[in-house]
Each structure stands twice: as structure tokens, then as C-alpha cells.
């Protein structure tokens, strides 16, 4: 049963039927109304007594729907000129949500991002289950601003075993990805008189964008096939550097020992603070993982992780572990951010380690990527004999260094128009156009069995365009980077 | 079967039987025994033919082990002297976790917080159950930086249905909490330009923290019993304003029809914009919600919610609903802060939503608190009856108006005495010194069957502290504020 209503050429339907009280029916009409400029400012409406008459509504309805709307400001009641539309209502339309989705590529060799198809959705789910049956009511409550302690131990336990740092639950802090972590970090290092963190080039560049727009310098620290080059470094006048020791992003290199040894004497004399980002330390794959450096120096070190790239970027689970000094500060502003990160994923994490079912991710999952590792390195030497790959040992891309005569941006531009997606690695330079050209090549979300023929295809589109071929060295899998 | 060595002092366990190869458990009691110092810097290790003896493994284990270290630089090689500890190793100790835990007040009259056991486990299980089985895999992607689009759909359709917001996918930006969203939004103001963003007086003082530790000023504006003075606000030179139009924190007060007309006119004048913290507005008791005032003027109000007092806090799901010229802008903080929120957790409240599961818990709870709070009034009124309390009608807290005389702070301190937890509302004043003594009474977290005698047992304290008696206004449970 309906009732309709046309007086002010507006259509008011109320729906008996609905399940919605007719006087919030009305109410939500008129608002509407209102609000799309279908009823411009200065309309005069009915008077409660024919409206109600108009809808077959009880009278005490109408003038509740009005009062309401009288409240909120949408209508306005003037004695002798009765209710009318409040002035200074404009139409309010909204645009069409547009959400542009450009066709994936056929083979998309994007760099620092696992497999989302072996994301561990069941188990994960699990872990769901168990907290969301198991944790007491108060762990719904306002997190500490660190995160919950008890996921906050757990991940120290994990890191201390697996990443060989030393951490305890009062020096974590979780955070929305790494790049809160760092943020947080360099805002209260920035706070403190830092003016400059130094950043490895290539890098990291979003995180150097980040850096910069904090109102700090990010001057770039030449990177080579041992890393870090700590002599540069040690000639500059800055108060921190963010450093990839495990695994340098993009070029794979593994930070020597002697260079190890070199920073962490450095930032002792310096008195700075080492920004460990082990962004992919736990994907190596021809011996164990390199320890972090945090824990040669845990009140010098803050380490910086996150599980975007063993289980998925989109939970968002990064952390720090920082050094004593920092942990109050670090905290504070975590807090005036946002009060912390979401608990029950946390908790869940916290569970799923503790279960051991982030272990049986890595081990299924490294697995996993060394054979497709193996398979990529096979087809580089195959069709790019003559293509020098960095970074083979570890993480989930490679770099092909191209000839010096290649045109990076025509080589991606090349592949885009076959439906190859490829990244250049200019863009992680400090100096885009004087660097040489390069491609970072991701293989965590290509399928194994497709790595031969998107190699065998990128090397026909290289074919085009190299024109001195270089001869330096050809491809091996080998446990050096 | 297990080996130990104590060559050095040092005792390191090998335990076959353990699942872990022998040379990570080799590496790992050395790496530990540095990292704690007892293997101080310096000390010779045995050569890898004796150790390797001592220890009944292959040499080959030990030679592993120990190049693992020296690549780590816990280790040193020299030629003529073995192998060492590096130097400059400290202790690194860690101090015992301690996360001290106070024992909880018999009654917590804590506002702010819905009733954590009201959380509905198994609707919202059900729907994380739903979306890991269903969610496609680049879901699991780095997100949009607004948010998942379909959750921003989804949420934007609640809002326009149940608070008459004007809301698209478009204009939502998902936050960790409320604070995020505003820290976000007031950063880009700063950014813009804007100096100054006016706060209410008596308001969140939080919040106001916050904005000041991005360098804004923050003058405060009065608020009555008809919500903030419009009139107070228009002279002041402000770039923005942060109201709760729909129920003022801490008073309870409603904006009045007039006040909001006002409002968005000297907003519209001033080119000011609005901040609405729509912080509670589902829960009002005697009749619908007051509209959000973003729905009268969207491209002029920014405006904030979250699910902290109708879910919970620990989800830290909070979003905004932007003017379109500031959706860039806020969205690029938003990135360049932490790469947006997490996604599943987007995903699990869109599905939440969709089910009607948020409106269902929204009835239950609303129900709940209506009993809640008229048992409060009645205990009011029978034990208080002089005390004028202010936002009866909505909310999960009142605001009990005490004697001129009385000392507030003594007030708490004699309540806590008695393990009853009530909060002071001079510290939500800009000027706590000149404020008037005033309690907040939340009962979101208080059982029903508690609320009798807590106030009774409140009401004697006040009675110690009570010198004169305040005869202006008795408790009545109405639909005024």
C-alpha cells in the first residue's frame, strides 16, 4: 500500500509495506528532496494538515517529519508564511563514481609484491576464529598506542629467532606498513634537530618522497655491489640513514661484513641513528638469511619490518623496534596519529605465529619463489645471455643492468604496447636521467610456469632496441648476489 | 642426542632431535652468546676442526656457521689469529617486559566507550569468514589509498540512509579512527594555509592536542545549551572549525536549527570549512537522529566518523567524507602517511554492512543503552535529584553539573577511593582552572544492573563534598538534551 503526493510537483512515496517507520520514510523523502535541489530554496510546503491528508498519514506524522527537518535546518518555519525550504540550499549532486580499471597485462614483472594467490587465507582464517572466540573483552578496547603487548612479544620472540635481532615487547611498535614506521621515526628524529637522513641511491624512492615531505633533506648514498657505501657516507653531516642491509632495494646487494661493521663504528662516533628497513630479508634463497643488523647494535639500530611481503601489503602490519631512547617519543607520536593500529589483527598475527603458521608460510612460500627464481634465472640466460642480472640470491626481483646505448623509457614503453609491464629503474635514482639504464624485474606475482615466455617475450622487445650488446658477464645462480 | 662445547666457557647446545638443522642451531647460540656478551669482543672461538670435534659435527657445519657470522660482522677473520668476536660488541641487555596492569575500579563511569561485550563476535566472524573466501586476489593488493572501493561504496550508502549525509565512494577516505582522519585533514589545511582551527570550549581535548602538535592554534569557542556560539566563532579570524553538531562531547548539547543555519553561513561567507565529528550520533533515545550537517552543505563540511562507539575502538575504522577540492589533497596525505588502511578489514565491515549486520547491532545497542541510560537517569533523580544533568538524550554519557562549590578534583579523588573511576570535566575545558566543577558520566561500559548502586554509592561521595546545594533543575528523562 502506497501513497504518493504531488502538490509541490514532488512525488513523495511512502511504502507501508517497507518495514521503515512511515515518519523516517518521510523525513528521509524530504531530505532528499532537499538535498538534490528537487525542492529549491523558499518552496513553501503543504500544510501538515493536507499533507498528511495527501499521504493518508496521521497528522502527529507530518508535523514529527517536519520538526525534525525544522532541527537539521532543512526547512524553516516563519509565523504567517508556514514551513518553507531554508534559504541557501544548493543543489548537491554528486559525480558518478569512477573507478578507472585499466586492463591488467598479459605478464606484469612488478617488483615488492608476494604471490597474493598464496596468501594463506585459511589458516589466516583460523587465527580469526580462534581470537575472535578467545580474546577477553578489554582487547576490544582503545589499543596501547604500541599495539597489544601480547602480539608485541610474540613478534619479538619471531624476530629474535628468525631475524636475529634483539627485541623485547616494550620496544616494539606497531605501525600501518613500514611507511608509518618510518615516518613516525623521522618525524620524531626530525623533532629532535635531525635535518638530514641520508637514503641509499638507488633507493627506495616513495620513502624517500615521504622523508622530504616531513621538511627534511634526503641526500642519496651511492650504492655498489657490496651496498652502502659507508665512505661516502661517512662525509656527510646527517643525523640518520635508512639502509636495506639484508637486501638492497632495487639493486639486491648483500651489505658486506666489513661495511657492516664500518656503519654501525660510523653511527656510534656519529652518534646517528641506522634505519634498518628489512623490507624481504626472509626470501633468500641459497643459505640462510643474513641476521639483522639491529641486533649487533640494538640502541643504535632502529629496525623497520612488515608482513607486505610475506603474507599481504594489505593488512598493513608493519612494526619497528627501536632503540630504548626513541620508544617513548616514537610511541607519543603514534598516538597523536591515530591511537594505534587496529588490535584484532594484530592478535590474529600474534596467533598465527605463534601456531607456527607464518613459518609454514615461509617455508612453502620461499620454496615457492626460489623455483620460480630458478626458472627466471634459467630463461635470462637463455634468451639475455648477455643481460647482467644483480640480486639473484635473495628477495623477489632481480635487476637486469641494460647497455649504456638503451633507451629505458622506450624499452618499458616497448613492452607496455605487448602487454608486458616492466619497470625501469630510473625512477629509484636521486638522479633519474643520469642513471644507467636498468629494469627491476618482480617475479613474486608472475606464475612459474609463465616466467619462460614472458623472458623469451622481453628479450624479442630488448632485441629490438639494444644496440651494442654488452659482454660483460652472463647470468649464474650462485649464492653471491 | 645433544653436543656441548665449553671450550670458551661457552655452552652451546646442539640438539638433534630438535627439527632444526644443526648449523642454524650452531649459529644461532653463537649469534645469542655475543649479542648478550657472553662472548665478549675479542674472544678467540676454537678453530672449526676442534669445535667441529667437540660438538661431534662435520667441520663443514662449523665453517658455515662461522662465514654466517663474519658476513653478519659478529665475527672477525685475521690472518694469523682465528677466528674472533668483532670488536666494540657491548652487552645488549634487555630490560624485563613490564606492561603494569592496574587492578580495575569496582565502577567505571568511563565515557567515550560502547559496551565491549556487545560486540558482535559471530556476525562479524561470519563476515570475515565471507570475505577470505570470496575476496578476489588483488584485493590482498596494496589498497587504494582512500580505501577499498566497494567499502567506500558501501559505506557511503549507510551513511547517506542513516545519518543524510551526501556522500559518493569518491569522497570517502577510510582512516585509522577518527583522529587520523582529522589529523590528516587539518595537515592539509595547515598545508593550505589555514593558521587557526576553532574547537569547541568545553570539547575533546585530545583532538585539540593533536591539532596543536601540527602547529595550528586552536582558540576555543563556547559552547550553551544550544551547541557552540556561532556568534563567538564568527569573530575570530579561523580557517576551520571541529564541531559535534549532533550531540556536543562532552555537554551533550544539540546545534539548534538556528545555530546550524548560522553556522554554514558564516562558513560559506568565510570560506571556512566545517569538521564534523559525528562522533555518537546513532545513539539517541527518544527519537530519530539529527542529521549530519554535511548533508546541507557537502562541499563546505568535512565530515568525520568511525565505528569506535558503535563496534569498537580496537578496529580503528574511521573515515572521512571530503568536500571534492580536498579529496586530493587528503588522499595523498593519507598515502604519503602510510599507504592506506587495512584492506581486509575495509572488506569485513562493507560485507558487515551490507548484511544489515551494523543496523541489527545498531537496534540491539540502541536498546540497550536507552535501558541503560533511563536506569541511570532514575538513580539520578532518586540519589541526586539536585545535580543538573545535561545529554540525557543521546549519547553514552551524561554531564553532571555540580555545586559551584564543590572541588571537582577532590570529587574523583574520594570516588576513586571507593574504586569508583569518574572523570573530571574540567579537563575538557581550554581553561581548567576557571572551569565549572562538573562530572562526565559515561554507562557504556557499566552493566545495567550495576547503575543503581554505582550512583548510589557516587552520590554519597558528592554528599561528603556537596557544602551547598544547587536547587535550579531536577533529572528528568525528555527529549531535550
Redesign the interface.
Known amino acids: 500500500m502506497k501513497g504518493t503526493t504531488s502538490r509541490t510537483e514532488l512525488l513523495i512515496r511512502i511504502d507501508r509495506a517497507a518495514g521503515v517507520p512511515v515518519?523516517?520514510q518521510l523525513?528521509?523523502e524530504l531530505?532528499a528532496a532537499v538535498?538534490s535541489g528537487r525542492l529549491p530554496a523558499g518552496t513553501a510546503l503543504p500544510s501538515t494538515r493536507a499533507f498528511a491528508q495527501d499521504l493518508a498519514l496521521s497528522r502527529g506524522v507530518v508535523v514529527?517529519a517536519y520538526e525534525?527537518l525544522?532541527?537539521?535546518?532543512?526547512l524553516?518555519a516563519r509565523r504567517g508564511s508556514g514551513t518553507r525550504v531554508?534559504p541557501?540550499?544548493r543543489i548537491?549532486t554528486?559525480?558518478p563514481?569512477?573507478?578507472p580499471q585499466a586492463a591488467p597485462p598479459r605478464y606484469d614483472f612488478r617488483p615488492g609484491?608476494p604471490d597474493?594467490?598464496l596468501?594463506p587465507?585459511?589458516s589466516?582464517?583460523a587465527s580469526?576464529?580462534r581470537v575472535?572466540?578467545t580474546a577477553p573483552?578489554?582487547?576490544?578496547?582503545?589499543?596501547d598506542a604500541r599495539g597489544v603487548?601480547c602480539a608485541r612479544?610474540s613478534l619479538a620472540a619471531y624476530l629474535n629467532?628468525a631475524r636475529?635481532t634483539?627485541?623485547?615487547?616494550?620496544?616494539v611498535v606497531f605501525?600501518?606498513?613500514s611507511?608509518?614506521g618510518i615516518?613516525l621515526l623521522c618525524r620524531v628524529l626530525r623533532d629532535r634537530g635531525v635535518r638530514r637522513i641520508a637514503v641509499e641511491d638507488p633507493g627506495h624512492a616513495d620513502q624517500c618522497?615521504?622523508i622530504r615531505?616531513l621538511g627534511l633533506d634526503t641526500p642519496g648514498i651511492p650504492v655498489d655491489s657490496n651496498g652502502l657505501s659507508v665512505e661516502r657516507l661517512s662525509r656527510l653531516d646527517v643525523g640518520a640513514v635508512l639502509v636495506t642491509a639484508a637486501h638492497q632495494y632495487p639493486t639486491g646487494a648483500?651489505l658486506?661484513?666489513k661495511r657492516?661493521?664500518a656503519l654501525?663504528?660510523w653511527a656510534?662516533r656519529r652518534g646517528a641513528i641506522l634505519i634498518e628497513d628489512d623490507y624481504d630479508a626472509e626470501y633468500r634463497y641459497d643459505?640462510?638469511a643474513?641476521?639483522a643488523?639491529q641486533?649487533?647494535a640494538?640502541?643504535r639500530v632502529a629496525y623497520v619490518g612488515s608482513a607486505s611481503k610475506v603474507l599481504?601489503?594489505?593488512?598493513?602490519?608493519g612494526w619497528l623496534v627501536l632503540p630504548?631512547e626513541l620508544v617513548p617519543a616514537v610511541s607519543e607520536a603514534k598516538r597523536?596519529?591515530?591511537?594505534?593500529?587496529?588490535?584484532?589483527?594484530q592478535l590474529v598475527f600474534a596467533d598465527f605465529l605463534e601456531r607456527g603458521g607464518f613459518d609454514r608460510h615461509l617455508r612453502r612460500t620461499r620454496e615457492e619463489y626460489r623455483r620460480r627464481r630458478n626458472t627466471l634465472a634459467n630463461a635470462l640466460s637463455r634468451h639475455l645471455p648477455h643481460v647482467k642480472v644483480r640480486g639473484v640470491a635473495a628477495g623477489l626481483h632481480v635487476m637486469l643492468e641494460l647497455d649504456t646505448s638503451v633507451d629505458e623509457t622506450a624499452v618499458v614503453a616497448a613492452a607496455a604496447s605487448r602487454s608486458i609491464r616492466v619497470y625501469g629503474a630510473r625512477a629509484y635514482y636521486a638522479k633519474p636521467a643520469a642513471a644507467p639504464p636498468a629494469l627491476v624485474v618482480g617475479y613474486g606475482g608472475l606464475r612459474g610456469t609463465d616466467i619462460p615466455e614472458a623472458v623469451r617475450q622481453l628479450a624479442d622487445v630488448l632485441a629490438g632496441h639494444a644496440k651494442r650488446v654488452k659482454r660483460t658477464s652472463s647470468v649464474k645462480v650462485s649464492s653471491a648476489t
Chains 1, 2 share one sequence.
Open positions: 515518519r523516517q523525513e528521509r531530505r538535498q514529527e525534525q525544522l532541527a537539521e535546518g532543512y524553516r531554508a541557501h540550499r548537491n554528486l559525480p563514481v569512477e573507478e609484491l597474493l594467490r596468501f587465507r585459511r589466516w582464517g580469526v576464529r575472535l572466540a573483552d578489554d582487547a576490544l578496547d582503545y589499543p603487548a612479544a629467532r636475529a634483539v627485541a623485547g615487547a616494550d620496544r605501525c600501518n606498513g611507511s608509518q615516518n618522497t615521504d615531505s648483500v658486506t661484513a657492516r661493521t654501525l663504528e656510534a643459505r640462510e643474513i641476521g643488523l641486533g649487533m640494538p640502541d599481504s601489503p594489505a593488512l598493513r602490519l630504548p597523536h596519529e591515530d591511537r594505534g593500529c587496529p588490535a584484532l589483527e
